[in-house]
T-cell receptor
Framework: DAKTTQPTSMDCAEGRAANLPCNHS???????VYWYRQIHSQGPQYIIH???NNETNEMASLIITEDRKSSTLILPHATLRDTAVYYC???????????FGTGTRLQVFP | GAGVSQSPSNKVTEKGKDVELRCDPI?????LYWYRQSLGQGLEFLIY????????KSGLPSDRFSAERTGGSVSTLTIQRTQQEDSAVYLC?????????????FGSGTRLTVV
């Protein structure tokens, strides 16, 4: 089972891009990378996922390295409401089960 | 429904009592998951239901924990003879399932306090 490594915490100034790294060096070719976030006292919220190609949606962009051993979640213009714990997860092959790690606590400051 | 609904939102119980936590998934979602989150910790996987398949119970911490999903919809997580270490937020999520990688939708959780 591929595991992920994320920094424990990060800071970002409001209006700047937040770049959250994730290492998943043991990922296999058919495992997806998922990102979720959890704002205090709420259930986690799906952000984005990808396999090989970079992905973008209304919330964020996901950049996956060519060797797939790491990825970066980008919030292009962070706001105070983006303060949350961000989880990088590798989805088990052929199941929908997601195993959450400890995540990165992102603090956006004014 | 529009989202995943969990009840009760808060539950305080005495040590040794049994509790039942309920989850109503999004209509049409075939996959349902239970997680728990202790204070300041990440999410711990408990159990996963996919359609009519046998559930994946690999995350249940002890035989005091069980879950069922009736009619492929509502799920109940039961904790017997509760202990203080069972105090946590219990989160339920659902997804379209089928191994297609669709995102989960989480409920707001049930905060369980064992005194």
């Amino acid at each position: 089972d591929a595991k992920t490594t994320q920094p424990t915490s990060m800071d970002c100034a409001e209006g700047r891009a937040a770049n959250l790294p994730c290492n998943h060096s043991t990922i296999s070719g058919n495992e997806y990378v998922y990102w979720y976030r959890q704002i205090h006292s709420q259930g986690p919220q799906y952000i984005i996922h990808g396999l090989k190609n970079n992905e973008t949606n209304e919330m964020a962009s996901l950049i996956i390295t060519e060797d797939r051993k790491s990825s970066t979640l980008i919030l292009p213009h962070a706001t105070l409401r983006d303060t949350a714990v961000y989880y990088c997860i590798v989805r088990y092959h052929n199941t929908d089960k997601l195993i959450f790690g400890t995540g990165t606590r992102l603090q956006v400051f004014p | 429904g529009a989202g995943v609904s969990q009840s009760p939102s808060n539950k305080v119980t005495e040590k040794g009592k049994d509790v039942e936590l309920r989850c109503d998934p999004i209509s049409g979602h075939t996959a349902l998951y239970w997680y728990r989150q202790s204070l300041g910790q990440g999410l711990e996987f408990l159990i996963y239901f996919q359609g009519n398949s046998a559930p994946d119970k690999s995350g249940l911490p002890s035989d005091r924990f069980s879950a069922e999903r009736t009619g492929g919809s509502v799920s109940t997580l039961t904790i017997q003879r509760t202990q203080q270490e069972d105090s946590a937020v219990y989160l339920c999520a659902s997804s379209q399932g089928g191994g297609q990688g669709n995102g989960y939708t989480f409920g707001s959780g049930t905060r369980l306090t064992v005194v």
